[in-house]
């Protein structure tokens, strides 16, 4: 099955009314173990007109082996790109959706340092929910847009980016406890991940409100 190759149909035509497109997207939302993180790419004018990157599509959708040169190739075309995190701690007290907010305000937050103005943009938030808004953020405009990831590039860009990131951090956490294997489940609900927490307990990186040893598989 042929699948779709995400455009700029949609960041062209928010770039005739805003100076710039910041797409956001979610990486790690149904993990057990590990932070949420958001990635958070922009595009201008000038990015919109340019090719988009071989083989850049929603992070589900790339081959793990070459997810880390789409996400450099991705990084390089935006003309800016940032990673926010929410802490397994984090979750447990606010819960998910409030900590994806908390995660992109701080993804914008980091593109500021960078010399992004995001009340000069738009920003399209990859779901039917903005919960960047809900979170506290002010002078941010949001739009929420089913299947970004899929269709719009620049939210594919910000979906490859945060994956590559969050990826990197869990085989990190491997390395401290390797009893879980995050390296290779990085934190989703594999039957292996449960069966180490069934044997082991869980540890500090774990969602502790969360339904953990017969939780559902999420791959």
Sequence with gaps: MTVAEPRLTLERKLLQE???????DEV???????????GAAVIDAARSRKRIPLGLRDSKLVP??????????????????????????EIDEVGIIRALGLASIRAIADLRALGVVPEDAIVILDGNYD??????????????????????????????IAKVARD???TQLHDELPAYNWA?????????????????G??????????????????
């Design 28 to 38: 790690g939302r149904g993990a057990l173990a590990g932070p949420v993180a958001v």
């Design 184 to 200: 290779r489940n990085k934190g989703y609900a594999s039957p292996d991940h449960r069966e180490a927490i069934r044997e082991h």
């Design 202 to 219: 869980i540890s500090a990186h774990h969602r502790a409100t969360w339904s953990m040893g017969d939780a559902p598989t999420l791959f």
């Design 64 to 89: 793990e082996p070459k997810r880390a040169d789409v996400a450099a190739r991705a990084a390089s075309w935006v003309s800016a790109s940032s990673v926010g995190w929410a802490s397994s701690a």
């Design 168 to 170: 990197a951090l869990m």
């Design 18 to 24: 805003h100076a710039i497109v910041i797409a956001c």
């Design 131 to 160: 919960y960047i808004t809900a979170a506290g953020a002010r002078g941010l405009r949001v739009r929420p847009v089913i299947k970004a990831d899929r269709d719009c590039a620049s939210a594919a860009a910000a979906s490859v």
